[in-house]
């Protein structure tokens, strides 16, 4: 197989099988990465050739090929997932899904961007690794080069070229002097022998990136501590970093994912290794400063209550939940991570007994209470578009909702879309309502399908019936919404979650497609010129309007001066 640098004719492209090659946009130790498109599925696509001096280096074709096989095993939403494998010309090649956009150097360099959004990836990226290590699977390279970004803020890891698959024995893998990786980011024990080594390699590895993160340069020797080196980092960082770095493995944290929760504990204002009771303490010394005003709802689960702080006058909302924790990660994340589609939440504490959540009051009211009637599909699907654009949000924060329904959309005085309760236990229970999804896990895609509910809801004045299937109801909603609304809809609500939109941002991407289309749509029937026409026809009477005004004036300034 040939792979040369493609032109601008169709024609002359180079193509691997069912892939045409567009540009290199990558060059790696062994391989070279281009950018392709699928012809079959019309679609972009990333495809990592093996470079032509490396195909008769068995060992080297091994590992190439085994990268394949690991990602393969890795189905999940935050690593780059392989779509194909072959050789063509003797060259190996797989296929993985296009990543547009930047790796986290970029962001990493970035003074825009804050360090709560920078840790926020490391999250996302311990999610991944914790799967990849419960597969069996250890990265040995995790560096910034290969966490990608996406132009909608997704997270990418990539780049197994070098994962070791535990208990599986490789020449590679049980070399003693074998050294693989990148020095900068390797743990001792890996620049010692790569074979064996352990899930806290990989840990180690994300020390050395949130001491990047923290300081702006590496660990090196001696390091001093982050806060040393930027005194504004959040309290606790130190700690989690100490700990990451740690020489000895089993000093490290034991799994990725308690790393995650960590992190999550230091962004949302906690020591990583306190209790919830100081910020509980601190929620109810707020509640201290506020005139109770009404109850707005009290049950065996807790109460929700109207209050007034004494010293401004501002109203919040205080929500109480009895014998339950639910929601209050979520809170605490939230509270720190504002958008304008989310509701305000000032507080958030917790003990076994109970949990307290301080949130703005927002004098629109629910959804709920404007259910009733049908809506023109373009107030259905602007409030359709603000409930998405904080769900967006919230998702690529690590958040998912887990019940939205009508009473946790809420709107402000403004009618802007508010969204609240995140976390929550479902109202009903483990009782299906229209808007549960079949599926009992709490997913994005389930947030997706509850809100596809809601918008059908909207569109059709009603909640779907119980007895008919949501295709038939969707064919009759044809009747009065376009054609295009409704096919995002069907999608939004497809019973199987793999067949829904994978990401907010899709839906809020074709429903822009089709705004732009209609707009078009609409200037191409108004004939050129006629915009201009229509205004100059008016333009004689409006001078002789004029004269006449002027006439009446002279005639008011003569008499006036007699």
């Known amino acids: ?14 193509r691997i099988g069912d892939y045409e090659i567009l540009a290199r946009i990558g060059q790696g130790g062994i391989a070279e990465i281009y950018k392709g498109f ?18 008769h280096e068995s060992e080297i074709v091994r590992r190439f090929e085994r990268e394949a096989i690991v990602i393969a095993k890795l189905n999940h939403p935050n690593i780059v997932q392989i779509i194909d494998k072959g050789v063509q010309g003797g060259r190996c090649y797989f296929v993985m899904e296009f990543v547009d956009g930047a790796d986290f150097k970029t962001m990493l360099r970035d003074p825009a961007v804050d360090l709560a959004a920078k840790l926020n990836v490391i999250v996302i990226v311990c999610q991944a690794l914790d799967f990849a290590h419960k597969s069996g699977i250890i990265h040995r390279d995790i560096k910034p080069a290969n966490i990608l970004i996406d132009r ?12 070791q698959l535990r208990g599986t024995p490789d020449a590679e893998t049980t070399s003693a002097d074998l050294v693989m990786g990148t020095l900068a980011y390797m743990s001792p024990e ?65 799994s990725a994912d308690e790393l995650r929760l960590a992190i999550q504990k230091v962004l949302t204002g906690e020591d990583p290794a306190a209790d919830s009771s100081g910020i509980t303490t601190r929620v109810e010394s707020f509640l201290g400063k506020c005139r109770f005003l009404e109850t707005i709802r009290e049950d065996t ?3 929700v209550y109207l209050v007034e702080n004494k010293d401004t006058g501002l109203l919040y909302i205080i929500k109480k939940r009895n014998r339950d924790q ?39 009211g629910s959804l709920a209470k404007r259910l009733g009637r049908r809506y023109l599909w373009k107030e259905a699907m602007t409030i359709a578009a603000q409930i998405a654009e904080g769900l967006s949000f919230a998702h690529k924060n690590n958040i998912v909702h887990g019940d939205l329904c009508p009473s946790n959309v809420l709107f402000d005085r403004e009618g802007a879309v508010r969204l609240t309760d995140f976390g929550l236990p479902r109202h009903n229970g483990n009782r299906e309502h229209w808007y549960s999804p079949p599926e009992r896990d709490r997913t994005r895609r389930g947030d997706i399908y509850s809100l596809g509910m809601i918008l059908y809801t909207l569109l059709a004045g009603r909640p779907p019936r119980p007895d008919r299937n949501m295709a038939a109801e969707l064919t009759e909603l044809e009747e009065t919404a376009p054609p295009e609304i409704v096919a995002i809809l069907r999608r939004m609500v497809q019973t199987r979650p793999a067949d829904r939109y994978q990401e907010l941002d899709e839906m809020l991407a074709d429903f822009a497609q089709f705004e732009r289309r209609r707009e078009a749509q609409r200037q191409a029937v108004i004939p050129d010129g006629d915009a201009g026409r229509g205004r100059n026809k008016y333009l004689p009477m409006a001078i002789a309007a004029g004269a006449i005004v002027v006439a009446v004036a002279i005639v008011l300034i003569v008499i006036l001066s007699k």
């Open 326 to 364: 639910s929601g209050l990660r979520e809170a605490r994340l939230l509270a720190r991570l504002k958008h304008k589609h989310i509701a305000n939440i000032f507080g958030a504490g917790g003990t076994q007994d109970k949990t307290v959540f301080v949130t703005e009051h927002l004098p629109g």
């Open 38 to 55: 699928q012809l079959s599925l019309q679609r972009e696509v990333a495809i990592k050739v093996l470079s032509p001096q490396y195909i």
């Open 190 to 254: 890996q620049k010692f022998c790569s074979a064996n080594v352990t899930p806290a390699a990989d840990i180690y590895s994300l020390g050395i990136i949130l001491y990047e993160i923290c300081c702006g340069r590496k660990p090196e020797g001696r390091f001093r501590a982050p806060s040393e080196i930027n005194p504004a980092i959040p309290p606790g960082m130190d700690e989690i970093i100490n700990r990451c770095l740690a020489d000895s493995p089993g000093d490290r944290y034991p």
């Open 301 to 303: 689960f807790g109460a």
């Open 1 to 14: 197989m040939s792979v040369s640098q493609p032109t601008r004719a169709v024609s002359s492209k180079p």
């Open 152 to 163: 909608r803020g997704n997270v990418k890891l990539a780049d197994f070229g070098i994962a």
